[in-house]
């Protein structure tokens, strides 16, 4: 019965991360200005590694915490790259 | 599932209710993303779910695997540290290069109010949204 219960709630989970990261994706696409496509960007791998890890819960494997913790540290570098940019022009100065 | 029936009831309804609240949390945060009016306004949406979403899906993660594999499993730990560390650092970084592309953009459309050369209505001034990206 709990179990039952636990594989409705990650579904559930898992329908809601994919619903947040079409909301980004819809704000990176209608996003005004280019700060406001960054956001959404970081927006959308939040949820994209929330989404490895209940993968992760689901099949009871370890592999996926390895993708998330990859995403985690790409999506960091890559806004931060993106915001240098933004603010100088440049990324490596 | 792949996982056999000896799981207590306590750690799936516990992991059950993180994982929903954590998921909740989050589309909470990209919803504030997608209506807020001003990028000021959204900066703060999404960290919602960057901070307490992820957090409650990671402890979540922990206590399903300790579980599962009968040892304690907090490399979770890993995760909930880098984004602490690195959601204020960048957010900063974005804000900062956000506020100066403003003023940029406020100067130059100064300039060309001064020469006369500004034909839009008064209330869409020095405003975020008409300006090109």
Not at chain 1, 28 to 43: C, E, F, N, W
Not at chain 2, 101 to 111: F, S, T, V
């Amino acid at each position: 019965m709990s179990m039952a219960i636990l594989g409705w709630s990650i579904i559930i989970s898992q329908i809601l991360l994919a619903l947040a990261m079409a909301c980004a994706t819809v704000r990176i696409l209608i996003g005004p200005r280019a700060q406001d496509r960054v956001l959404a960007l970081d927006a959308l791998y939040v949820s994209g590694m929330l989404l490895m890890l209940t993968f992760g819960i689901r099949t009871g494997s370890v592999i996926y915490f390895d993708v998330a913790l990859l995403i985690a540290v790409l999506g960091f570098v890559g806004t931060a790259a993106f915001a240098k940019f933004l603010m100088r022009g440049e990324v490596i100065e | 599932m792949t996982v056999a029936a000896d799981i207590p009831a306590w750690v799936a309804l516990t992991t059950a209710a993180l994982l929903l609240v954590g998921a909740g949390l989050t589309i909470t945060g990209t919803l504030g993303l997608l209506r807020l009016d001003n990028f000021y306004k959204r900066v703060h949406a999404p960290t919602l779910g960057s901070t307490l979403g992820a957090g409650l899906v990671l402890i979540a993660s922990m206590i399903w695997f300790t579980t599962l594999q009968t040892r304690l499993v907090i490399h979770e730990v890993l995760i909930a540290v880098f984004m602490t560390v690195t959601t204020p650092v960048t957010l900063m970084l974005l804000v900062r290069a956000a506020f100066s592309r403003d003023q940029k953009a406020k100067e130059a459309h100064d300039i060309l109010d001064a020469q006369g050369k500004v034909q839009d209505a008064p209330e869409n001034r020095h405003g975020r949204a008409s300006e090109p990206s």
